[in-house]
C-alpha cells in the first residue's frame, strides 16, 4: 500500500483497557481516527500527517501499516463538539438530566441513588451515583421533577 503526499488517511490507534478514548469506552471505542492530510514522505515506508493542534502532543510521523485510505461519503461525516481539554488531556463531563432513581439496600442501611445521564455520553454509559452528592454538586437537576 502506498501514500502520496496530500491524500487523507486515518491512522489506528490502540484503546488502553477500560479508558474513555475518543468518546467511547472499551470495545467500541474507535480503531481509526481522522481523515489527517499527508505533509510528506519521510522514507519508503514512514509518512509525516497534519495533526490538530489538540493532538499536538503525539509525534506526527507514522508507518503505513498504522495508516488507512480516507473513502470520502455521506457516511463519514460525524457531528460532534469540541471538548474543552485540560492540560492532562482530561475534561469535566456535566449531567444532562436523572434517567432513574433507586434504592441500594445492604444488610442494615438504605443508600439512595440516582442514575444520571451525561452530556457528553450516550445513554448506555449513565452511571448510578449518590443521591446526595448529585444534590450537592448539581441542585438544579432536582428542580426539574
Not at 467500541?28 to 492530510?37: K, L, M, N, Q, T
Not at 509525516?48 to 480516507?70: D, G, Q, T, W
Request: net charge neutral; with cysteine.
Amino acid at each position: 500500500m502506498e501514500f502520496s503526499v496530500g491524500e487523507f488517511v486515518f491512522f489506528r490507534v490502540s484503546p488502553m483497557e477500560g479508558a474513555i478514548c475518543f468518546g467511547m469506552k472499551g470495545k467500541f471505542s474507535p480503531r481509526y481516527i481522522g481523515p489527517f492530510v499527508i505533509l510528506d514522505r519521510v522514507g519508503q515506508v514512514v509518512d509525516r500527517l497534519a495533526l490538530p493542534s489538540k493532538l499536538a502532543e503525539m509525534h506526527n510521523v507514522f508507518h503505513i501499516l498504522m495508516l488507512c485510505k480516507y473513502m470520502s461519503g455521506p457516511s463519514n461525516v460525524l457531528s460532534y463538539e469540541p471538548l474543552q481539554l485540560k492540560q492532562n488531556l482530561s475534561y469535566d463531563e456535566q449531567p444532562e438530566h436523572i434517567i432513574k432513581e433507586g434504592v441500594k439496600e445492604l444488610r442494615f442501611k438504605k443508600i439512595p441513588l440516582v442514575k444520571v445521564s451525561w452530556k457528553l455520553s450516550v445513554e448506555r454509559e449513565a452511571t448510578w451515583e449518590l443521591e446526595e452528592d448529585m444534590k450537592e454538586r448539581y441542585p438544579e437537576l432536582f428542580g426539574k421533577k
